[in-house]
């Protein structure tokens, strides 16, 4: 809000786009959280219109879509917290690249240090993402 109030309010600027992205944590069906991502984002996006008071030119650059995060933050929360156990983790996600969330979740969930995995590192908040741009004009003075 800090940033995109004085933009939308500020005559000289305009917006030309803003996406709105919400986000799922890797755990639980990819079913269930693609959904619930998206849901994430249109009620977000419904907060946003009302809170900024959009108007009807502001609304029409606006976009809203879905994004299960996966397992790669994780793997690189575990990596920044120098965990050793993300080795095991990368394992998992290298051999099951080329599935889904869910096959590589199967395993992931078998690993010993599954309680600490879940305590530590997955999003206990709920995350929505804003991606904006703007343009302004600028008057010169004579």
Do not use: H
């Not at 986000?23 to 693609?34: E, V, Y």
């Not at 009620?43 to 009807?56: D, G, I, R």
């Not at 709920?126 to 703007?134: D, L, N, Q, T």
């Amino acid at each position: 809000l800090q940033t995109l109030r004085p933009i939308v309010t500020d005559s000289l600027s305009q917006l030309t786009s803003l996406r709105i992205t919400g986000l799922a944590s890797a755990d639980g069906p990819l079913r269930i959280n693609t959904p619930l991502a998206r849901n994430r984002a249109l009620s977000a996006q419904s907060w946003l219109e009302k809170t900024l008071s959009l108007t009807e030119a502001q609304r029409k650059v606006l976009r809203s879509g879905s994004r299960p995060e996966g397992w790669q933050p994780v793997f690189e929360a575990m990596v920044q917290a120098g965990d050793a156990d993300s080795v095991a983790l990368k394992s998992i996600l290298t051999q099951y690249a080329s599935y889904n969330d869910d096959v590589q979740e199967r395993y992931v969930r078998k690993l010993p240090f599954w309680n600490k995995l879940k305590q530590q590192y997955l999003q206990g908040d709920r995350k929505v993402e804003y991606v904006y741009s703007y343009s302004c004009i600028y008057l010169k003075a004579k």
